[in-house]
């Protein structure tokens, strides 16, 4: 994989979704302008963004979509399964498990874990809940390479360290905590109280 | 509400929650200095965030903190209640509706709907789900801001210009799709699948 720049990685879910709503329309082919116009962006950007996963337009015709989108899901390594384990059995965890979603990036839950003895043996989303005890040594029997975290803030340090130490390197954090790791763990945050934060503050400005 | 930028607003929800855990933990004065360390922030940063909110700290005890949450809240706006309805009422809209966390931002869901005749009058976390029949005339009658919009990528758009046409001004959207829409509501979106490529894609430069 090349090094393509983050903002056009996180622009790669957008024109898939859409290449693929085109295919299922019967469309073949697919110029950068229209995919440009229907989501919305300037067609330079997109231009570029498609540029950057190797493939070639073809004058007139634009891009085809069957190698499109394969190009597209190798840039994002999507077309390989990536296998994660869920630390954290709550309310937000158990709907990101039923999140359907998920299947199409490629992302595969193969265990979940929670530190309440009460949940210990019950499923969630046809998934048995396992004790904290057995992480470490399942990371390290399996080399599971990522972790979504959605335990509560207080345990959220404490836990990113546990995963760090039994070799996990790449957290999805959940958690509203700013997490102090090591370089050799990748941390993506989804926060979504900062989002509500602006959500609210621009609503505001917006109304004077 | 003077102008606070953006970023700042982003980080304000991370300073409340570990100025609240200090509270929690018995103590009444807080310096910058150790709010940055504690959340890997530099001082200079957390020192110019706390000054947006129009307090000032004191020489040798820093903030009291009881004061600094108040502003903090009232700066984000979360001393009021903001009232949304959420549309969509699916795996993630239902998760969201039962995660405990919201009622920290002053956020409350005051009706659920959804487009799927099985579902209508079903409760999901204890909120009876309404046709989408309704949706225009109960905006109009509560004249209610806000909508959570967690429906499919497909029927977003849509769903959002009803929205709009109905009156509300702010949506925070979880359906991973650029809204078009005029520059009247604001919409703030949490992109799970660009989050989640952004951490494949950060992952795998790490292990190179």
């Known amino acids: 994989m090349k090094s393509i720049p ?10 898939l979704r859409r290449l693929k709503s085109y ?13 440009a116009d229907d989501l919305g962006f300037s067609s330079i950007l997109v231009r570029k963004d498609l540029a950057l996963t190797g493939l070639e337009g073809r004058p007139k ?22 296998d994660a384990i869920l630390v954290g059995a709550g309310n937000l965890g158990s709907a990101l498990l039923g999140y359907s979603g998920f299947s ?16 210990r043996g019950k499923k969630i989303q046809g998934k048995s809940i396992l004790s ?6 399942f990371i390290s029997r399996t080399h599971i390479p990522m ?15 546990l995963l760090e130490d039994a070799g996990i390197r790449g957290i999805w954090n959940f958690a509203p905590v700013k997490l102090k790791l ?14 509500f934060a602006e959500l ?9």
Chains 1, 2 share one sequence.
Request: proline share 5%.
């Open 6 to 15: 983050l903002p056009a990685i996180r622009r790669y879910p957008l024109y």
């Open 23 to 35: 295919r299922i329309g019967g469309t073949m082919w697919v110029s950068a302008t229209t995919l």
């Open 61 to 82: 015709y634009g891009f085809a979509i069957d190698p499109l989108i394969e190009a597209i899901e190798e840039c994002l390594g999507w077309n390989n399964r990536t």
């Open 104 to 119: 199409q990036y490629g992302l595969e839950i193969t265990a979940v874990f929670d530190s309440d003895p009460d949940k």
């Open 132 to 137: 904290m005890d057995k992480l470490a040594g």
């Open 147 to 161: 972790a979504v975290l959605t335990v509560p803030a207080d345990s959220a340090q404490r836990t990113a360290e």
């Open 182 to 195: 090591s370089d050799k763990v990748v941390v993506q945050r989804v926060d979504l109280a900062s989002s």
């Open 200 to 208: 609210s503050s621009r609503l505001k400005r917006n109304e004077l």
